[in-house]
Nanobody
Framework: QVQLVESGGGLVQAGGSLRLSCAASGRIFRINAMGWYRQASGKQRELVARITSGDITNYPDSVKGRFTISRDSAKNTVYLQMNSLKPEDTAVYYC???????????????WGKGALVTVSS
């Protein structure tokens, strides 16, 4: 079994910063990519940032220049530095990992339970 545990959510004023962390543990052979998604109340889940094992990153225009994703491969951990936060960034942020549990398995997607980020105006 694989577990993803997020930390670092909370309440912040507009213009402030937060850093989210997500640690993957369990049966992990190789991680292809890790990322962050968010889901605001009444909206669909959307991609926030993604980083591959080759350190290729991907951001939507809504967070580009404000959010930075990074990883520590030795710790199977991914981080999301969020700066210049806006009220519209308020959402539950979910960690995602696409990984192989062993050399014979196919790639599987795993999700964390989510971390609430609230940005007040």
């Amino acid at each position: 079994q694989v577990q993803l545990v997020e930390s670092g959510g909370g309440l912040v004023q507009a213009g402030g910063s937060l850093r989210l962390s997500c640690a993957a543990s369990g049966r992990i052979f190789r991680i292809n990519a890790m990322g962050w998604y968010r889901q605001a109340s009444g909206k669909q889940r959307e991609l926030v940032a993604r980083i591959t094992s080759g350190d290729i990153t991907n951001y939507p225009d809504s967070v580009k220049g404000r959010f930075t994703i990074s990883r520590d491969s030795a710790k199977n951990t991914v981080y999301l530095q969020m700066n210049s936060l806006k009220p519209e960034d308020t959402a539950v942020y979910y960690c995602n990992a696409d990984l192989y549990e062993d050399r014979w398995s196919r790639v599987m997607a795993y999700w964390g339970k989510g971390a609430l980020v609230t940005v007040s105006s």
